[in-house]
C-alpha cells in the first residue's frame, strides 16, 4: 500500500478498477482547513490523464508494472512484431496499444514492453537513440542566429527540429521522452 503523502513522480497504483501513474503531484497545506495532495495521473491502460486530489492519508495497493526486454522486429500491416530477449516468443501488438512509443524505434532496437497483471498496454522505448537524419534542408551560410533550428525528417519517418548545422545522413542522438536533439554523433 502507498499513502498519498508518499507520492512520487512515476509511482503505479490501483484505483477504482483502473491502473495510474502519477504524473505531477504538489502538497497542499492551506492557511485554514486540512492538507492535501493535488495530483495529475496517467492512466496506463487508456493514456488518460485527469487530475484528483487526496487527504495524505489516504492508501491505495500499490499496481506492479512489469517491464521486460523485447526486441523490435518488424511491421506487418498494423501489427508489430516484439521478440522476448530471453525465450525467443514473439508478440505481436497493435498501433493502439503502441501510440506514439515507436516514433523513435528502428528494427532490432531492444525495448521495454509494459504490461500489467499479464495484459500488455504499452512500449517504452530507451531514453536516447542514435538515428541517421534521412532528410533535411541544408543550413545557409551566415545564418548564425542563435538557436535556429530547420526540420529534419529521421530514418523511422519521425520529424523533429535540429540546429542548421546538422546535414542529410547524419547520425544524431535523440531523447525519446521530450523527442528533442541532443547531439550529433
Do not use: C, W
Not at 19 to 26: G, N, P, R, S
Not at 30 to 40: C, L, Q, S, Y
Not at 74 to 85: K, S
Amino acid at each position: 500500500m502507498i499513502s498519498a503523502g508518499d507520492f512520487k513522480n512515476g509511482v503505479t497504483f490501483e484505483l477504482d478498477g483502473n491502473v495510474f501513474q502519477i504524473v505531477e503531484f504538489q502538497h497542499v497545506k492551506p492557511g485554514k482547513g486540512a492538507a492535501f495532495v493535488r495530483t495529475k495521473l496517467k492512466n496506463v491502460i487508456t493514456g488518460g490523464v485527469v487530475e484528483r486530489t487526496f487527504r495524505p492519508t489516504e492508501k491505495m495497493p500499490k499496481a506492479m508494472i512489469e517491464r521486460k526486454d523485447y526486441e523490435y522486429l518488424y511491421q506487418d500491416g498494423e501489427l508489430f512484431y516484439f521478440m522476448d530477449q530471453e525465450t525467443y516468443e514473439q508478440i505481436p501488438l497493435n498501433e493502439s496499444q503502441l501510440g506514439d512509443s515507436l516514433k523513435f524505434v528502428k528494427e532490432n532496437m531492444v525495448v521495454k514492453v509494459l504490461s500489467y497483471k499479464g495484459n500488455v498496454f504499452g512500449v517504452e522505448p530507451p531514453t536516447f537513440v542514435e538515428l541517421l537524419v534521412s532528410e533535411t534542408e541544408p543550413g545557409f551560410k551566415g545564418d548564425t542566429s542563435t538557436g535556429a533550428v530547420k526540420p529534419a525528417t529521421l530514418e523511422t519517418g519521425a520529424t523533429i527540429n535540429v540546429p542548421l548545422f546538422v546535414d542529410t545522413n547524419d547520425v544524431i542522438r535523440v531523447d525519446t521522452r521530450t523527442g528533442e536533439y541532443m547531439e550529433r554523433v
